[in-house]
Nanobody
Framework: QVHLVESGGGLVQPGGSLRLSCVVS????????MDWYRQAPGKQREWVAR???????NYADPVKGRFTISRDNAKNTLYLQMNSLKVEDTAVYYC??????????WGQGTQVTVSS
């Protein structure tokens, strides 16, 4: 069974940066496209970014130009570099498979809080 462990969240001031990590086990990580999602309090989970197995990237409009998705296949790890953070980026962030629509069990997520 695939297991996802997100980490790297925390409390940061507006304009700050964080790098999130997602360690994937139980599958051949390198062959999968990967997504980041987030869920803000009282809102539905929303898609944030996608990285294909061959390195193509896509971003949701609210994060375009500020967030960068990347991966290290040797470490079975997906990253999300978040710069110029805004209060509205506050959410729990999750990763999941990116080609077939979040087919793996969700991890616990990592909380990102942007506040002054």
């Amino acid at each position: 069974q695939v297991h996802l462990v997100e980490s790297g969240g925390g409390l940061v001031q507006p304009g700050g940066s964080l790098r999130l990590s997602c360690v994937v086990s139980g599958t051949i990580f390198s062959i999968h496209a990967m997504d980041w999602y987030r869920q803000a309090p009282g809102k539905q989970r929303e898609w944030v970014a996608r990285l294909s197995s061959i390195g193509n990237t896509n971003y949701a409009d609210p994060v375009k130009g500020r967030f960068t998705i990347s991966r290290d296949n040797a470490k079975n790890t997906l990253y999300l570099q978040m710069n110029s953070l805004k209060v509205e980026d506050t959410a729990v962030y999750y990763c999941n498979e990116g080609q077939y629509g979040s087919i793996w069990p969700w991890g616990q997520g990592t909380q990102v809080t942007v506040s002054s």
